[in-house]
């Protein structure tokens, strides 16, 4: 008698379960045009729910997103390349942070979800206190420096030029010590006046900064152990990031000098 009633108190909660909370049991995700993308993450990535082919080049909207490509461009560029709201954030690294990559203001406060992310503020709200974390990453095997947010996330990338060699970039994590606008580097067999956004990272003069006297970037070492970058991309980074953030260099200097060699 007594498993009997076990039994029958098992029967009657799953009767419960079933019958009184059906959204557990019975909800499926919809997917209207059966392309394996679901119709809520085509709302995300501004898909056609209907159409199984957005853009219309013979291959499937999830087939395109799983490989990288945009799903709304026919000439099969990758999200990566694409910058649909010109607001320097490109396609996959929106899709990645999940803001809307064809309004350049997310959360229409007047500032850019570039603007946001970049200063460590979240692009879905309006609030003034920062919230993402941030830091610089540089890789000396590839010479290219990314700046990563919210854990990972690569918003930017840029060529960079590290230490010689004989003189190389040390590795380790850093915190930025001070910002000078313009500097003068003086040393043996050079002197580099008006060099401008510098940062130091590490004690005995190790900077980031750009470098007006060459163009190497992402193709060779070519300092004395700071990070060159080009004059241009040095004053982004300069204008975002202040005293006390992250800088975390990786990677082996090249022994040629050369990235590949």
């Given at each position: 008698?007594?498993?009997?009633?076990?039994?029958?108190?098992?029967?009657?909660?799953?009767f419960?379960?079933?019958?009184?909370?059906?959204?557990?049991?019975?909800?499926?995700?919809?997917?209207?045009?059966?392309?394996k993308?679901?119709?809520?993450?085509?709302?995300?990535?501004?898909?056609?729910?209907?159409?199984?082919?957005?853009?219309?080049?013979?291959?499937?909207?999830?087939?395109?997103?799983?490989?990288?490509?945009?799903?709304h461009?026919?000439?099969?560029?990758?999200?990566?390349?694409?910058?649909?709201?010109?607001?320097?954030?490109?396609d996959?690294?929106?899709?990645?942070?999940k803001?809307?990559?064809?309004?350049?203001?997310?959360?229409?406060?007047?500032?850019?979800?570039?603007?946001?992310?970049?200063?460590?503020?979240?692009?879905?709200?309006?609030?003034?206190?920062?919230?993402?974390?941030?830091?610089?990453?540089?890789?000396?095997?590839?010479?290219?420096m990314?700046?990563?947010?919210?854990?990972?996330?690569?918003?930017?990338?840029?060529?960079?030029?590290?230490?010689?060699?004989?003189?190389?970039?040390?590795?380790?994590?850093?915190?930025?010590?001070?910002?000078?606008?313009?500097?003068?580097?003086?040393?043996?067999?050079?002197?580099?006046?008006?060099?401008?956004?510098?940062?130091?990272?590490?004690?005995?003069?190790?900077?980031?900064?750009?470098?007006?006297?060459?163009?190497?970037?992402?193709?060779?070492?070519?300092?004395?152990?700071?990070?060159?970058?080009?004059?241009?991309?040095a004053?982004?980074?300069?204008?975002?990031?202040?005293?006390?953030?992250?800088?975390?260099?990786?990677?082996?200097?090249?022994?040629?000098?050369?990235?590949?060699?």
């Amino acid at each position: 008698m007594q498993k009997l009633n076990k039994n029958f108190r098992f029967i009657f909660a799953s009767f419960l379960f079933i019958f009184c909370f059906p959204t557990f049991v019975l909800a499926e995700t919809i997917d209207a045009d059966g392309d394996k993308l679901s119709d809520e993450l085509e709302a995300i990535y501004h898909t056609d729910p209907k159409s199984p082919d957005t853009d219309g080049d013979g291959y499937t909207d999830y087939r395109e997103i799983y490989h990288g490509y945009s799903p709304h461009d026919p000439k099969r560029v990758k999200m990566s390349s694409r910058d649909e709201d010109d607001d320097e954030l490109s396609d996959a690294v929106e899709f990645k942070l999940k803001t809307d990559f064809r309004v350049a203001d997310t959360d229409r406060d007047g500032h850019s979800d570039f603007e946001e992310v970049m200063s460590g503020f979240s692009p879905f709200s309006t609030s003034t206190e920062a919230t993402l974390s941030r830091k610089i990453v540089v890789d000396k095997t590839i010479q290219q420096m990314y700046v990563e947010v919210d854990g990972g996330v690569r918003v930017k990338t840029y060529p960079v030029s590290t230490g010689n060699p004989w003189t190389p970039t040390p590795n380790g994590t850093f915190t930025m010590m001070k910002k000078v606008p313009v500097k003068r580097y003086v040393g043996v067999g050079y002197d580099l006046p008006n060099t401008k956004w510098n940062i130091l990272f590490k004690e005995g003069g190790y900077y980031i900064h750009g470098a007006y006297w060459h163009n190497d970037f992402g193709k060779s070492t070519h300092s004395h152990g700071c990070i060159n970058m080009r004059t241009e991309d040095a004053e982004v980074v300069y204008a975002y990031f202040n005293e006390g953030d992250m800088v975390e260099v990786i990677g082996e200097t090249p022994k040629k000098r050369k990235v590949g060699t």
